[in-house]
């Protein structure tokens, strides 16, 4: 038996309650891509919450709730028409 085939035969025979471990491992043991290597390189970002941040974070779920939307096609109009004029 080859050794993919172990290993799906060795899966198969998990508990469903190993399987999520079992996915971390695996997923910690594929190549990454740079964005992700660098995301996976980064700090936690532990600084508390400022209260102007919080503020601003719920003015722009409420402009969501609002209606108060830019698509993002329609955004890349806008800028594209300000950076070709006429």
Same mark, same amino acid.
């Given at each position: 038996? *080859?050794? @993919?085939?172990?290993?799906?035969? &060795?899966?198969?025979? /998990?508990?469903?309650?190993?399987? $999520?471990?079992? #996915?971390?491992?695996? *997923?910690? @043991?594929?190549?990454?891509?740079? &964005?992700?290597?660098? /995301?996976?390189?980064?700090?936690? $970002?532990?600084? #508390?919450?400022?209260?102007?941040?919080?503020?601003?974070?719920?003015?722009?779920?409420?402009?969501?709730?609002?209606?108060?939307?830019?698509?993002?096609?329609?955004?890349?109009?806008?800028?594209?028409?300000?950076?070709?004029?006429?």
């Amino acid at each position: 038996m *080859e050794t @993919r085939e172990r290993i799906h035969q &060795l899966v198969d025979e /998990l508990p469903e309650t190993d399987l $999520d471990e079992v #996915a971390s491992l695996l *997923e910690s @043991r594929r190549p990454l891509d740079p &964005l992700s290597r660098a /995301l996976a390189a980064a700090l936690a $970002d532990d600084e #508390a919450e400022a209260k102007d941040e919080a503020e601003a974070i719920e003015q722009a779920y409420a402009d969501v709730r609002q209606g108060r939307l830019v698509s993002h096609e329609d955004l890349l109009r806008r800028l594209s028409s300000l950076a070709n004029p006429g």
